[in-house]
């Protein structure tokens, strides 16, 4: 028994070191990540399973030996870890506050007060942190698999979530999944943000596009503005207003949604449907790769032999024989004067895209663009960290519901879309 305690501790411990310090080593990326982002979003489940854990062992005789003690003293320094974590992420609220201060001005939440008291900060319910995978609302209805576009099989659906009892001329999301670019459904990402937003009235559409290695870029870009045209002529028959569209998504998701909102009218992504307005009022990427050049890492031997094969996958070329296609394919090369708003999170502990792309991307836009530009960057939290609830989750959430009721009581303040639109041609 004081073996096998010593070999559970050390166990959890490995998690525990994992969520504080992510390995980027590429060899082990993909299960470091995974490793952290289910510990570090879930710390106090992972401290509740390891002192029930700790006392169960402790009963059967565990500390009869020395090899009991050695894992006590092991799983009392994992506590203390993931004590660190769960404060850490106490952090998060204050950060996402602070980011929109510091990008709409100080008395924001003066201009949004009479949208009811849902819009000043909360603190997650203990209900969402003891069921962080509960992600359905009863006011809330989903219609699936509706087609927006020929072909492409199960790939051109959409589903629409709205209220129940819905009423006219809602603001709308359009939620473009992650995934790599070569996998990821609809029905998994973005949850806890649309229901939200779709329980207090907006109507959320979450997209599937095509996927490599079957589709290359931009094939993925043309879908979501094909999204966006299917929009702009059919939501008002499920409430929504065509002329007020915000933009979100996460990692490859998060790239799509940027360059979406960046390349608004651009002939060369609307090839057959160039007349279609493709403006978004705001963009809300969650830790976006916005430098594919540098996400690849080429020039690192290491890196480019597994890099190769993904870049072909995904471009069919790769960074070093087509440097100007992938610099064009990557958001921070599109930035401009008359990008739209943009609020962008990012995970201070991402081990899968560096933060360093969106402070340069943020950066970028601050420095060029004319509309408001916020940027949090969430202390601890992981890749794809706002899947489902927890505490840094649900307040980047609310603060993204912060932002976009923002934009709805300040509609000057984003771009509205006339019959005699701006071209491309035009912006540029």
């Keep these: 028994m004081p073996w096998l305690f010593l070999a559970v501790c050390i166990v959890g411990a490995a998690f525990t070191a994992n969520a504080l310090r992510p390995t980027r080593n590429h060899q082990f990326i993909v299960g470091s990540f995974f490793a952290a982002w289910l510990t570090g979003e879930l710390a106090l489940w992972h401290l509740a399973w ?5 006392a169960v062992f402790i009963s059967l005789g565990a500390l009869d030996a020395w090899p009991g003690w050695v894992a006590l003293g092991i799983t009392l320094v994992s506590w203390a870890g993931l004590a660190w974590i769960i404060a850490v992420s106490l952090q998060a609220a204050h950060v996402v506050e602070q980011a929109l201060r510091d990008g709409l001005g100080p008395e924001y939440l003066d201009e949004i007060a009479g949208q009811g008291p849902r819009r000043r900060p909360r603190r997650t319910a203990l209900r969402r ?6 992600l359905r609302h009863r006011n809330v209805r989903r219609v699936k698999n509706v087609r927006y576009a020929d072909g492409a099989g199960r790939r051109h659906l959409l589903d629409v979530w709205h209220a129940k009892g819905h009423g006219d001329r809602a603001p709308v999301l359009l939620q473009i999944h992650g995934g790599g670019w070569v996998i990821g459904d609809k029905a998994q990402q973005g949850l806890p943000l649309m229901l939200q937003l779709a329980a207090r009235g907006w109507v959320c559409v979450a997209i599937n596009y095509r996927l490599s290695p079957k589709a290359t870029f931009p094939d993925h870009l043309v879908d979501c503005k ?5 929009i702009r002529e059919h939501i008002g028959a499920y409430g929504g207003d065509p002329d007020f569209v915000i933009v979100t998504g996460g990692s ?3 790239h799509l949604a940027a360059l979406t909102a960046l390349t608004a009218n651009d002939p060369e992504y609307q090839v057959g449907f160039e007349s279609v307005d493709t403006t978004v009022q705001a963009c809300v990427p969650f830790y976006p790769p916005t430098d594919l050049v540098d996400l690849f890492r080429f020039g690192r031997e290491k890196a480019s032999r597994i890099g190769d094969r993904f870049a072909k996958m995904l471009m069919g070329t790769t960074p070093a024989s087509d440097p100007d296609g992938w610099r064009n394919a990557s958001p921070v090369a ?31 836009l601050r420095a060029m663009s004319a509309a408001p530009v916020c940027y949090a960057e969430i202390p601890g939290a992981s890749h794809a960290f706002e899947i489902f609830h927890s505490m840094r989750a649900d307040a ?27 071209t491309f041609d035009d912006r540029a």
Excluded: C, K, M, Y
């Design 50 to 54: 390891q002192v029930v854990a700790t």
């Design 129 to 134: 942190l003891a069921i962080p995978f509960l």
């Design 226 to 230: 094909l999204a966006l045209a299917w």
């Design 252 to 254: 490859a998701g998060g």
């Design 334 to 364: 599109h930035v401009h004067e008359g990008a739209p708003a943009f609020f962008v999170v990012h995970g201070s502990a991402d081990n899968l895209v560096p933060v360093h792309q969106t402070r340069a991307f943020v950066a970028e």
């Design 396 to 422: 980047a959430v609310d603060g993204v519901d912060r932002f976009l009721a923002w934009l709805e009581a300040d509609r000057s303040a984003v771009p509205v879309i006339r019959q005699d639109r701006t």
